[in-house]
């Protein structure tokens, strides 16, 4: 479907049916697969036929699921997994081996941090961190051994970017893999294989299923990766179950709609919060004060979903707006139809230490918004409520 637009593959990619003729695509909610013979049973392991044999390897509902994923991220091929961090770990077990080194973003996803720090590092693998949007700590950071560069552009809660294309332009040079984990954006507003990334990552527990109600992750590159990290998983099994396959990929056919959605709700919340005298600052990448604005608008098509803002009086005042609320939801997860509010030193980097939360801005009166798909009026009439205790 190659000549197709954007929002046809993600409704028609991947798409087949059954003899039933059913319309919906189908949950193959099995272990395991049948022959019809010992010889067809023997073709299928030795890979001389192709077909499924077991859904811990494939699974026909997984398999839509990937291939429509992969079609919107421009690249050859896909693997699911159970869930982001799954993917993130699979991509890295696949691709990196005892003795290398990893150059990863200080301003990750708290737990991919985690991940690095405390299992990889288990493994005899280098990690070396550095500021996302500075390019030539990246540049300087590279080893003899360094196979891969690993980060999320924008960054989740400030909006930090960096320049894919350049940043490619420099692990091309020097043998180097590029890693990019697009949940934030989703692939409806950026691709970063098309930019010069080799491997893209997701958690589709965000954006993807975008109604909060299934973990779900991916990794998209090249055939040939990509069949390193199918390896990986099939051995290791954290293969997406088909139920969930089946939700992230019905999601796929709204994604593109919701984040237009998403983004215009964000931009108008972010504009609103500006002028609020209570609001020390807003980090939205939508909005020209942004540092990074002119950067963000040159490699991804809207500026998401995610409005931070710093408010006088620290942690304790943070702490009363976001128990001021009525509509919007306290928890940490992001991407969904309902607006969610955090306090990001104390939640998603509450395992950083002080020094490291400083590094990454993460300040006490630091609020984390996902807008969601209310009429932001509404949302805005909460905060504005909640800014007054
Ligand atoms: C949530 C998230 C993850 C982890 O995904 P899970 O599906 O929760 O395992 C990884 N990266 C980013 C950017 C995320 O927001």
Redo the contacts with the bound molecule.
Sequence with gaps: MKDLSFDTKAIREGYRTTQEQEHSEAIFLTSSFVFDSAEQAANRFSKEEPGNIYARFTNPTVDAFEKRLAALEGAEACVATA??????FAAIMALVKSGDHIVASRN??G??IVLLNTIVAKFKIEISYVDLSNLSQWQSAIQDNTKLFLL?TPS?PLGEVVDITALSKITKSNNILLAV?N??LSPALQNPITLGADIV??????YIDGQGRC???AVASNSQIIEQVHSFTRATGPSLSAFNAWIVLKGLETLSIRMKAHCKNALKLANWLDKQDQVKKVHYLGLESHPNHALAKTQQSDFGGIVSFEINGGREQAFKVINGVKILSITA???DTKSTITHPASTTHGRLTNEERQEANITEGLIRISVGLEDVNDVIDDISKALLV
């Design positions: 869930s982001g961090m799954s993917a993130i990750m996803f737990t991919s999320e989740n984990d949940a934030i990552i997701h958690s589709a527990t965000k973990l779900a992750g997860n992001l991407g």
